[in-house]
């Protein structure tokens, strides 16, 4: 991204779980996000014009800061969530054909179970744990989301996108038929197509 779109990268050595389950994680985010503000002119930042982003469990926290920076009037130019992990219930659902490769249903739950420091329920009451646990998506930065046809994510990434547009939010959903999760990694022409298309997002959403 640096190199690619000419942007000041910052990337956070979040503390991870199990050891330190949330809000460890997104308080470490938070903190990072409240520094690069407070010391944008010394990295010749615009303040105004700083995104959020992340892949998998990197793009749920994405998610959750977006919502937390707004709710603190801590400004967030764009989101961009790169088949994003958003929701625990999905743990709590049958996926059907879809999470069986790379992310499976027992990793995602184990996972969610490790990061909330609890086993996965129906009900979680804590603001920002899970971000597709939020009602209101009202006023969040505009959001690009990609995922695959085959990923386990892709039902609780659709639906985030659905309801971020229903809230005006400026969104662009992405779908790849056929990859899986973290698949973009391969040099396939249609996986290069996918991650150019988050880098022209990243790039809209911080231009002039």
Do not use: K
Not at 60 to 70: D, I, S
Not at 97 to 107: A, I, K, Q
Not at 130 to 147: E, F, K, N, Q, S
Not at 196 to 201: E, F, K, P, T
């Amino acid at each position: 991204m640096a190199r690619e779109l000419g942007l000041v990268v910052a990337t956070v050595d979040y503390r991870l779980a199990p050891e330190h389950p949330f809000p460890a994680a997104l308080d470490d985010c938070m903190t990072a996000l409240r520094w690069l503000h407070d010391n944008a002119a010394r990295f010749g930042v615009d303040p105004a014009r700083i995104a959020v982003g992340g892949e998998s469990a990197g793009g749920g926290l994405a998610a959750m800061v977006a919502q937390r920076a707004h709710d603190e009037g801590l400004p967030v130019a764009s989101q961009v969530l790169v088949y994003p992990m958003l929701d625990d219930r999905t743990a709590l659902r049958d996926p059907g054909h879809r999470g069986e490769f790379v992310w499976t249903p027992s990793y995602n739950r184990q996972a969610w179970e490790w990061f909330l420091g609890h086993p996965v329920r129906q009900e979680e009451s804590r603001p920002y744990a899970a971000a597709a646990r939020r009602g209101d998506l009202t006023g969040l930065p505009p959001a690009w989301i990609g995922v695959g046809e085959l990923d386990l994510f892709h039902d609780e990434d659709v639906d985030y996108a659905r309801r971020l547009e229903e809230a005006g939010v400026q969104v662009e959903p992405v779908v790849v038929p056929g990859m899986a999760h973290v698949m973009d990694m391969l040099p396939a022409p249609s996986m290069r197509a996918f991650r150019d298309s988050w880098l022209r997002a990243l790039r809209a959403g911080l231009a002039d």
